[in-house]
């Protein structure tokens, strides 16, 4: 049986580091096709995961909202799941952020922008990127069909209404 590894803030930042690296290589493939926007998109995910993990850490995010920061972690690592990255490589990935992005923006209104922020480890404006990206993220749900939309969907209320209890 394989053994996980743990997690902690070097496993952390050497996942940051691989998937960062991954992103940017084939990206490459896919930039013309799916326009700047989206490869702004995919770009952060190594800067979204650490930002989920220092919001786990941090005092100031309530334990219930903590819940379902966890679950999202969990989401982008199980190997199944709406997009698969080991079929659709890069583009897999865009699921993991946008259930992400959801659950910031849920953060945003119910914690604070200044605890995003805080623990941003990007460089541009962590709440611009999550609005903005939102609005990009439904519109490429929509364009995705109606089933991938609703999957969406029912994967981020599920996560809010796990958070809630």
Known sequence: MKSLIPI?????NRFYEQLRKKIKNQL????GKY???????????????????????????PVEKKVFLVSVIAYWIIPVDLLPEAILGVIGYADDIFITLYVLNDLINNVGEDVIRDNWPGDE????FIKESLKIAEMW??????SVKEKLDLLVKSLLESGKK
Do not use: H, Q, T, Y
């Not at 749900?141 to 109606?146: N, Q, R, T, V, Y």
């Open 125 to 128: 404006d962590v709440i611009k």
């Open 28 to 31: 490459s493939k896919f930039a």
């Open 8 to 12: 902690n803030d070097e496993n952390v």
């Open 35 to 61: 326009g700047e926007e989206g490869a702004k998109i995919l770009l952060a995910a190594p800067d979204l995961i650490v930002l989920l993990w220092r919001l786990i850490k941090d005092e100031r995010v």
């Open 141 to 146: 749900m929509e364009k995705s069909g109606k």
